[in-house]
């Protein structure tokens, strides 16, 4: 099983950018997606959990309406919508899926399949 982050780049501040996250070869109806986030020097960052039913989406504080996460189940495929972005937002982005959980938490524990994530540069 095989997670693949893509759309990430280069952007100025205020501008968007929509990461993807494929499954290969997998339906996501049992599992949910949480995205993660790492700067240099600084500790990995929980940003937003679906959950595996799709209905409980959390964000952290400081993503919140800015970043908008969704999961297409059939497709095997998860999106995560950045708006407004800001340069603190600067930072490798991971995806990872746990199997059956409600997203109680966004540290990351528990998470079962794991990306190699994609690079997000907010600059001008």
């Known amino acids: 099983l095989q997670f693949v982050e893509s759309g990430g780049g280069l952007v100025q501040p205020g501008g968007s950018l929509r990461l993807s996250c494929a499954a290969s070869?997998?339906?996501?109806?049992?599992?949910?997606i949480g995205w993660f986030r790492q700067a240099p020097g600084r500790e990995r960052e929980g940003v937003s959990c679906?959950?595996?039913?799709?209905?409980?989406?959390n964000y952290a504080d400081s993503v919140q309406g800015r970043f908008i996460a969704t999961k297409d189940d059939a497709t095997g495929s998860a999106f995560l919508q950045m708006n407004n972005l800001k340069p603190e937002d600067t930072a490798v982005y991971y995806c990872?899926?746990?199997?059956?959980?409600?997203?109680?938490?966004?540290?990351?524990?528990?998470?079962?399949?794991w990306g190699k994530g994609t690079l997000v540069t907010v600059s001008s």
């Open positions: 070869g997998l339906t996501l109806n049992s599992y949910a």
């Open positions: 990872a899926a746990r199997v059956y959980y409600s997203c109680t938490s966004l540290d990351g524990d528990g998470m079962n399949f």
């Open positions: 679906v959950s595996s039913s799709g209905m409980i989406i």
